[in-house]
């Protein structure tokens, strides 16, 4: 099956400064990678999502850049914000699967003043 | 997206004990999904919940420890059977295939905090 792994675990950036999350997947037929921001004790919440037939998405100040050929997308944060610290998981799914969600195991951001 | 509301938000069992979860969404959704995460740690599926028929359950995950039922588009429910210590998690459910949405994409419940004694 498929395997996510998420990179890097803990990431603490100053406020203004921009924070990259990477992720690789293993399984060459997963064509969906969302990724979801979650606070403390709240529920998982979708940010941006990116299928395999682009190559970057961008939302305001959150892009999501994808290579298939190396099987791993990173999502950008520009401009961080403290209220960006959370917890961001990536995920892989295949649609053929029933969209199962293959999830990473998270990066806690830390954005400091 | 849509509404997806869970009931309890949270309990505190005893051992040996078993807990219904609900999972109610406002709008008919085609796929249903129960997740466990863990404290600190990712979410793992559980299973996929189909309606009107038996749960698809992932490795590691058994239908007598976690029975499932769907029995229409909006409704699941997810039971923590005989639960141990080691049950303790939050318990989140997850639709996909909603109106108006992509198929793929996912939006979850609050879940569900299980404390187990």
């Known amino acids: 099956g498929e395997n996510v792994e998420q990179h890097p675990s803990t990431l603490s950036v100053q406020e203004g400064d921009s924070a990259v999350i990477k992720c690789t997947y293993s399984?060459?037929?997963?064509?969906?990678f969302p990724w979801y921001k979650q606070e403390l004790g709240k529920r998982p919440q979708l940010i941006i999502d990116?299928?395999?037939?682009?190559g970057e998405k961008k939302d305001q100040r959150i892009a999501v850049t994808l290579n298939k050929t190396a099987k791993h997308f990173s999502l950008h944060i520009t401009e961080t914000q403290p209220e960006d610290s959370a917890v961001y998981f990536c995920a892989a799914s295949y649609t053929g699967t029933a969209s199962k969600l293959t999830f990473g195991t998270g990066t806690r951001l830390q954005v400091t003043l | 997206s849509a509404v997806i509301s869970q009931k309890p938000s949270r309990d505190i069992c005893q051992r040996g004990t078993s807990l219904t979860i609900q999972c109610q969404v406002d709008s008919q959704v085609t796929m249903m999904f129960w997740y466990r995460q863990q404290p600190g740690q990712s979410l793992t599926l559980i299973a996929t919940?189909?309606?009107?028929?038996?749960?698809?359950?992932e490795s590691g995950f058994v239908i007598d420890k976690f029975p499932i039922s769907r029995p229409n588009l909006t409704f699941s429910t997810l039971t923590v059977s005989n639960m141990s210590p080691e049950d303790s998690s939050i318990y989140l459910c997850?639709?996909?295939?909603?109106?108006?949405?992509?198929?793929?994409?996912?939006?979850f419940g609050p879940g569900t905090r299980l404390t187990v004694l």
């Open positions: 997850s639709v996909g295939g909603l109106p108006r949405a992509i198929a793929d994409t996912q939006y």
């Open positions: 990116i299928r395999s037939n682009v």
């Open positions: 919940a189909n309606q009107g028929s038996e749960a698809t359950y």
């Open positions: 399984d060459s037929a997963s064509n969906y």
